[in-house]
């Protein structure tokens, strides 16, 4: 068995059609975002890919889109600093700052940079309700700046009472650094919510899906019923930690729950570096998205200068480049990349057919009922039996292993959200247990099936046999500073 696996040179293609029709699909993608974004670059005439079913060709179809994938991210990463490079952060009096899109970006220090004509174009509206949108340096700055504003416009109040049902690590530490200002409890369990007082909070941040080991699913419905029965006493702020979904996000089904409620103030927030750059990663940023009840409309105006002013004092804005890069007619407008993904996710998913006795104890999915669309991931996790680092490590080298015997290059890094599928493992802080990650990406090509196959290979040996084949592999770690140039 243990030759098998090592040596054979192709892993079966049981539908190479599906394959050549993905990565034509994916070419087409690429030509026609960068044909938009470099239009004197001749992309097509750089690239090529080939219709034939032959492993070979498939193989090298794949890696000529990693390579095209890189190629228009660099470009137009030179693109737009040669084209910012030339104004200094605090740029001369009077002089005119427009985006590769002709946008007018505002400043006279680059700190305290304003970029409304892109925000209201990615501002994603609602006839129910008014509200805007605005851009920050990351998520996290934009969570830590949504804290400074909830204590200023209820600071009349005794102390501040919130509730977070969260699961992402950087979330709940970041919270703990305002305990001595506010009141906050944690959701773990969805029984609880009958046992707490939900009229006595005075913001609710949610995450559909917890960001933990379990990917914890958070029962929205029943979150929105009782939020509805809370009393319209007091402005109120219900978040919505959306990164796992981006654009797809069903920010109109909230909403609607909430429009004949008053006093509320619902945000959406999520980092747009994920799912919203066309997975190639120009710029950390965070978008927060307001809506307001139609009595509080008069907050809007002084809520968006009071974010504004507080960005620019933190030096928590994007940079003049940062802007030049994301102001396209893509980035943040594209709601099928974010979909595909998800759908790819849930697509990998359903195709593994794990024996989970053996080397591997479980998937973790939450979205495998396919009943409410906000319960979708744009990754999976694997636990093994023994939990212990040299068993992920090792199932991490045969992974990276069996796609350079194959001719390919498979991605170990963190996030997600690219084109192509990446995998790695890391480990919880607070017990030591550990988890394997994949982000299948957008494209459905050779290493997505290749991935699935050798998972299900795996999953029926015993344990003893995939320890076995330790000897065989090479140190992943001297690998994962190889890519692709």
């Known amino acids: 068995m243990k030759e098998k696996l090592l040596h054979k040179k192709s892993i079966n293609c049981n539908n190479p059609e599906c394959i050549i029709y993905n990565q034509v699909k994916e070419y087409k993608n690429l030509i026609t975002l960068g044909t938009k974004l470099l239009p004197q670059s001749s992309i097509r005439n750089h690239y090529e890919i080939v219709h034939s079913t032959k492993i070979h060709d498939i193989v090298n ?44 970006v505002e400043y006279d220090y680059e700190r305290t940079l304003k970029c409304r004509s892109f925000e209201n174009n990615i501002h994603h509206s609602n006839g129910d309700f008014d509200g805007f949108s605005i851009l920050f340096s990351s998520a996290m700055a934009a969570i830590d700046t949504l804290y400074t504003l909830i204590l200023r416009t209820l600071r009349s109040r005794k102390k501040v009472s919130g509730l977070q049902i969260c699961g992402y690590y950087e979330n709940i530490l970041l919270s703990s650094e305002y305990r001595n200002f506010i009141n906050i409890d944690y959701l773990v369990k969805e029984e609880s919510f009958h046992h707490l007082d939900f009229d006595k909070y005075d913001f609710y941040l ?29 402005i109120r702020y219900f978040i919505f930690d959306s990164s796992l979904l981006g654009s797809t996000f069903p920010i109109d089904e909230i909403l609607n729950k909430f429009k004949n409620k008053d006093k509320v103030i619902i945000c959406s927030i999520r980092s747009g570096l994920k799912l919203d750059q066309e997975g190639m990663e120009f710029s950390n940023c965070g978008l927060l998205s307001f809506y307001f009840s139609k009595d509080l409309n008069p907050m809007i105006k002084p809520v968006y200068s ?31 990349y974010a979909e595909d993904i998800l759908e790819n996710t849930y697509d990998f998913y359903q195709l593994l057919s794990i024996k989970t006795n ?11 009922d396919r009943k409410y669309s906000y319960y979708k991931t744009p990754y999976l996790f694997i636990k093994l039996q023994e939990d212990k680092e040299e068993s992920y490590k090792l199932l991490l080298d045969i992974l990276i292993e069996i796609c350079e015997i194959n001719g390919c290059y498979l991605n170990s890094r963190n ?36 991935l699935i196959e050798i998972l299900n290979y795996i999953s029926e040996m015993d ?5 076995s084949l330790r000897p065989y592999y090479k140190d992943s770690e001297k690998r994962w500073s190889r890519g692709y140039t």
């Open 358 to 368: 053996n080397v591997i104890k479980k998937v973790v999915y939450p979205y495998a």
């Open 463 to 467: 344990l003893k046999t995939f320890k």
């Open 206 to 234: 949610v995450e559909p899906i917890r960001a933990n080991f379990d990917l914890s699913k958070t029962d929205l419905e029943l979150f929105l019923e009782t939020a509805f029965r809370i009393n319209n006493n007091k």
């Open 415 to 450: 996030s997600f959200g690219f084109r192509n599928i990446s995998v790695e493992y890391f480990q919880n802080i607070e017990d030591l247990s550990l988890v394997f990650k994949i982000a299948p990406g957008k494209l459905k090509g050779y290493k997505f099936f290749l």
């Open 306 to 336: 009071y974010l504004e002013d507080y960005r620019g004092k933190t030096g928590k804005a994007l940079n003049f480049y940062d802007i030049c890069m994301l102001d396209n007619d893509y980035f943040f407008m594209n709601p099928n």
């Open 61 to 104: 179809n794949e890696n000529t889109l990693d390579l095209m994938t890189n190629y228009i991210r660099k470009e137009w990463m030179k693109k737009a600093f040669f084209h910012s490079v030339d104004l200094y952060r605090s740029p001369e009096h009077f002089t005119t700052k427009k985006t590769l899109n002709q946008n007018i």
